[in-house]
């Protein structure tokens, strides 16, 4: 059995969520900006590379 003071947390815990949940939630339509892709771009994702770390 866990003691009343843990209970007690876990009950708070999930009230604040419900709480959260139940707040109304505005959406904005906002249009990302978008980069011109050029052809140098292309041929780099093309000819990556790897990198290996060795931390030992």
Excluded: H, N
């Excluded at 866990?2 to 209970?7: A, K």
């Excluded at 959406?27 to 980069?35: F, Q, R, S, W, Y």
């Excluded at 292309?42 to 990198?51: A, I, K, P, Q, S």
Aim: glycine content about 4%; aromatic content about 2%; proline content about 11%.
């Amino acid at each position: 059995m866990l003691p009343p003071f843990i209970i007690d947390q876990i009950r708070r815990r999930e009230e604040q969520e419900k709480r959260r949940s139940e707040q109304p939630v505005l959406e904005l339509p906002v249009d990302l900006p978008v980069a011109p892709r050029s052809e140098d771009a292309e041929e780099d994702e093309r000819d990556r590379g790897v990198l290996i770390v060795d931390l030992g």
